[in-house]
């Protein structure tokens, strides 16, 4: 992955748009939706990945439809708070399926997780596993989603610049 960021121009701002809407369209849909040729539409497609831009694309699935409709926000903090042990306990979050999102917050608690569990056995299957049993965490406090009045996956893009002549 590339770590220089291209400049977005308008026509990169509308294809993110509209990849962020629905990531399965054909490249020939896209291309209309943006009002771009094919080959221009999948090589700024291609670049946008190259760039780091486009991490990947997904199929968002409805949980409780899957019987996995139990979420849990959970505030982590550890007991120490060094650079081994943030990562220690990053690698185990990371590894661990249920875990949807894991963020390093301050100030606060050190970590905030987000995970998807199917009931209340679940979740304390998972709090067990990667909170309870180790040593180094010295306080959780955990929030279960009663409602969701929104979820979404979009990033907020720029505005495009507006060239004046």
Request: aromatic share 6%; glycine share 4%; proline share 5%.
């Amino acid at each position: 992955m590339s770590t220089i960021r291209p400049e977005l121009d308008d026509l990169d701002l509308r294809i993110l748009n509209a990849l962020q809407s629905d990531a399965g369209l054909t490249n020939q849909t896209l291309a209309e939706r943006v009002h771009a040729s094919p080959p221009t539409c999948l090589r700024r497609v291609r670049r946008l990945t190259a760039a780091g831009i486009i991490e990947k694309q997904v199929a968002i699935l409805n949980t409780e439809a899957l019987g996995i409709g139990l979420t849990a926000i959970c505030e982590i903090t550890l007991d120490r708070q060094t650079a081994d042990h943030y990562a220690a306990f990053e690698a185990l979050a990371i590894q661990e399926e249920a875990v949807l999102q894991c963020y390093r917050v301050s100030p606060g608690p050190d970590f905030v997780v987000v995970a998807q569990v199917a009931d209340m056995p679940a979740y304390h299957a998972l709090a067990h596993r990667v909170f309870t049993s180790q040593r180094n965490v010295r306080n959780v406090r955990t929030f279960f989603a009663t409602h969701r009045a929104k979820f979404d996956t979009r990033a907020l893009l720029p505005e495009p610049e507006v060239r004046r002549t």
